[in-house]
């Protein structure tokens, strides 16, 4: 017979997972790599200034932040929603140009790192999307999104390097 999920404010449900993203809450100066050209083998990046403020949502299971990218004409945001009984997080993005949100990625926290992982399209073909929270301390932490389209050889697309705001 499975368990239960904790209930919200139960003990148990502090370490259940839906805390993982605390860190992130609040305003992050940010520097983004992102490739000109996605998997075509480019090694053409270009980078850019940006800022982030996160915020927790509905009790704290869930949480968003919106993205400015100031020399880029867009902007972004990013809206998790945790799952107790699974205790993975749910992952969305939409940014100001499409106004759509795209296809979750799903994952969890686990030995100081998030990954996350879905599936997409790219240019009408799909596409495997990687997320990888990595390097987390009180005042920075590190976001990388990768590509593949047959999930064994990945493309890193993305990177920002965030330090917390004063």
Partial sequence: M???APAAGDPASLNDGRNDFDFF??????????????????????????TSVAR???????????NEFPTQGFSGMTLRLFDPATRLW???????????????????????????HGDDEHDGRP?????????????????EQSFSRDGKEWE???IMEFTRAV
């Fill in 127 to 143: 596409i495997k999307v990687a997320y990888l929270w990595s390097r987390i301390t009180p005042g920075a932490c590190r976001w």
């Fill in 2 to 4: 499975a368990s239960a």
């Fill in 25 to 50: 809450m609040g305003s992050w100066n940010c520097r983004h790599r992102r490739l000109r050209t996605l998997l075509t083998g480019s090694s053409d990046w270009y980078e850019f200034p940006g």
């Fill in 56 to 66: 927790k949502i509905l009790g704290g299971i869930g949480n968003v932040d919106e």
């Fill in 156 to 158: 890193t697309n993305w």
């Fill in 90 to 116: 749910a992952i969305y993005w939409a940014n100001s140009r499409t106004g759509i949100l795209f296809p979750p990625v799903f994952g969890r926290f686990e030995n100081g790192e998030g990954r996350f």
